[in-house]
């Protein structure tokens, strides 16, 4: 049987692991299919071995919506002292 299990350092996905012991009133489900596909896996997992930078070299038009985003909504609001304490 495999295992999924994600530890991102190391690079691992899968591990080979003995069948279960099933108890009383158990059932083992065998999967035909699965959700995570492995190109996705590769894909966070070359993300996560960049830096800040390595990321955001990786994803422009990400930065450019946060920049935007900073432009509009955070820097062109006035800064100013509250007299209110």
Do not use: C, T, W
Not at 35 to 54: D, N
């Amino acid at each position: 049987m495999r295992q999924l299990i994600q530890i991102l350092e190391m690079g691992k996905y899968g591990n080979d692991v003995p069948r279960p012991i099933l108890g009383r009133g158990m059932i083992l489900v065998k999967n035909y299919y699965s959700l995570i596909s492995p190109g996705q896996r590769e894909v966070l997992y070359e993300l996560h071995k960049k830096g800040l930078m390595g990321k955001a070299k990786a994803r422009p038009q990400q930065v450019k919506q946060v920049l935007i985003f900073l432009k509009q909504q955070v820097l062109s609001k006035p800064i100013g002292l509250s007299s209110k304490a």
